[in-house]
């Protein structure tokens, strides 16, 4: 058996997962590639946090079956949080499977896929001191590195599944992060992004999230640091003195608020009210200029009320994110939320969704437009995924911007004036610098 088609599914630690799983295959002689067809082995790296991504991986495996029929030496396995989520049930659930591997087994993958041609293999155990601190990853291209700084979630919210799937939180020193991020600076990356459930919280028993953006601020090389997803009850004074004092550190946080409604907040046992949040929020405004603000909302929880939503609606109004992630509430089976009575019907949170992201992308379009006439840094990316013939990048907000070509190398940053804008998409015009003398050639 040698070559592996690995596909991702869900968060971006799922992503980082993926790229730790190809560094671990690799080294023990398989070879990736991007063709189901080609392959040996497939492996799904999958999510559980709400049912459409379980039906998905099921719809998915289904296409396998047929691969499979036709090549029965085909192994398939399914890893991540669904894995852990279902355990072995899965490979009763669906014929197709050879090997279902948690969050914690990716060290063994290259023997459990071995072990999987021949026979069923189920690897589900929770390990609480396994954070591959040690195992380089084999990242993918770019100008971004995704460094998972923090494995599992200790929070407990109601409705979420990931405490289950990727158990209790553990932390990875800081050297090791620290030398994680110079080897993706000296392989050609200029931003990193440190990944954990709640990446704030994060202690490696010596040093605390503060600590390590500045250390990461510090090294040659890196031009931008960001961070996902940061847990509004544990934001504190230094943290946000770090991102204020270290340049490297971009404008912007994903700040998840779920609700704004304080019933609905205990209830999702958040830990921290509306007014908490806001005034996180007004903290990290006062001491970062021009901050980008983004969040996550679950509509239709158990017990949402009409008035508990319009909070919500409110607070969005009041608060204007420039994005949000908006997602109708899915019960998860292990979960405390699970016991309680869905009292939302599904057509009403369809509602719900709806209006949320109606107000919501009046709301990014009218602050995009904002923009229109100044000038932004963009880290450029590569071409533009619609119009390959222009460029496309980040502000430091992290807003995509859309520019015409001009031959400007990934990883460079390229000053844009705006003159357009979507409710997703900032367009530019490239900023010509003072025309450079010509000097006699030869
Ligand atoms: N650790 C992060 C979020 C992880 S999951 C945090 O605490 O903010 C990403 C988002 O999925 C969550 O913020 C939440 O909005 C959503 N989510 C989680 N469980 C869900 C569920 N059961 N139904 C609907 N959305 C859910
Ligand atoms: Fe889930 Fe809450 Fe942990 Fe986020 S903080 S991963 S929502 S339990
Ligand atoms: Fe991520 Fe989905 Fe697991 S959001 S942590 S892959 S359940």
């Known amino acids: 058996m040698k070559r592996v088609f690995l596909e991702t599914y869900g968060c971006q630690m799922n992503v980082a997962d993926s790229e730790l799983m190809a560094g671990v295959l690799e080294r023990a002689g398989f070879t990736l590639t991007g063709r189901p067809e ?7 790296n999958t999510c559980a946090i709400r049912e459409h991504a379980e039906q998905r991986v099921l719809g998915r495996l289904g296409d396998f079956a047929r691969l499979k029929a036709a090549r029965p030496g085909l192994v398939v396995g399914v890893a ?3 894995a852990q989520h279902l355990r072995a049930k899965l490979l009763d659930q669906s014929r197709v499977l050879d090997l279902v591997v948690g969050p914690d087994g990716y060290r063994h993958l290259p023997e459990l896929l071995r072990r999987a041609a021949d026979e069923p293999v189920a690897h589900v155990r929770l390990d609480r001191d396994e954070t591959y601190g040690d195992l380089e990853p084999r990242r993918g291209d770019g100008v971004r590195a995704w460094v998972t700084i923090q494995r599992g979630c200790d929070k407990f919210c109601t409705y979420c599944v990931v405490p289950y799937t990727r158990g209790r939180e553990r ?3 800081l050297a090791d992060l620290v030398r994680q991020v110079r080897e993706a600076v000296a392989r050609g990356f200029r931003e990193v992004v440190f990944l954990g459930q709640t990446v704030n919280s994060y202690h490696d028993g010596t040093h605390d999230f503060a600590d390590l953006l500045r250390a990461a601020n510090a090294l040659e090389g890196l031009l931008r640091i960001r961070y996902t997803s940061p847990h509004p009850a544990d934001v504190g004074e230094r943290l946000i003195a770090a991102m204020a004092e270290c340049p490297r550190v971009c404008p912007q946080v994903h700040l998840p608020l779920q609700s704004a409604s304080d019933r609905v907040l205990e209830a999702m046992r958040r830990t921290y009210t509306l007014d908490h949040y806001r005034g996180v ?6 001491a970062i200029p021009g901050l980008g603000l983004s969040t996550d909302i679950i509509v ?3 017990g949402e009320t009409e008035e508990d939503f319009e909070r919500t609606c409110d607070y969005m109004a009041e608060v204007r994110y420039d994005s949000a992630f908006l997602f109708k509430y899915s019960a998860r089976p292990d979960t405390r939320a699970h016991r309680l009575p869905e009292t939302v019907s599904e057509e009403e949170k369809g509602r719900r969704l709806t209006r949320l992201i109606d107000q919501q992308q009046a709301i990014s379009a009218e602050i995009n437009a904002e923009w229109i006439g100044r000038e932004v840094e963009v880290l450029v990316e590569g071409p533009a995924r619609r119009t390959p013939e222009q460029l496309t990048g980040k502000s430091p907000q992290f ?3 859309v520019f015409p070509g001009d031959g400007t190398r990934p990883g460079t940053l390229r000053r844009v004036r705006v003159v357009g804008a979507t409710s997703q998409t900032l367009l530019g015009a490239a900023v010509v610098a003072a025309a450079p003398r010509l000097l006699p050639i030869g």
Do not use: E, N, W
């Not at 080609?38 to 799904?44: E, G, K, Q, S, T």
């Open 399 to 401: 807003k995509t911007v």
């Open 38 to 44: 080609d392959a040996d082995a497939i492996v799904l």
């Open 171 to 173: 932390s990875l020193p």
């Open 281 to 286: 929020v007004k903290r990290l405004r006062d």
């Open 300 to 302: 239709g929880f158990p």
């Open 80 to 82: 991540g949080c669904m």
